[in-house]
């Protein structure tokens, strides 16, 4: 392995120039794995907002409306 270079993962290479790290080399699925998974936990982080604020509703009018919607196709 060259100086300066340091094999952290299968699919993650870290280049760094003395000692700081300066470039990071990410295999393609790993960064569409870690990009859905940060999309999850932002949908995650607005729903518990949500129910913090209060903004719900009880799941039997949340699905009626849902098959009313449907209903109207």
């Given amino acids: ?4 270079r340091e094999r952290t ?3 993650l290479m870290k280049h760094s120039t003395r000692g700081k790290a300066k470039a ?3 295999d393609v699925a790993a ?3 870690d990009q859905e998974t940060l999309a999850l936990l ?3 982080a ?3 907002r949500e129910v913090e604020e ?3 509703v009880p799941a039997e009018v949340a699905f009626r409306r849902l098959r009313e919607r449907r209903s109207r196709r």
Avoid: A, N, W, Y
């Fill in 54 to 56: 209060g903004r719900t």
């Fill in 42 to 44: 932002k949908i995650l």
């Fill in 24 to 26: 990071v080399l990410e």
């Fill in 31 to 33: 960064r569409e794995q």
């Fill in 1 to 4: 392995m060259q100086k300066g």
């Fill in 46 to 48: 607005l729903g518990r």
């Fill in 9 to 11: 993962s299968f699919s």
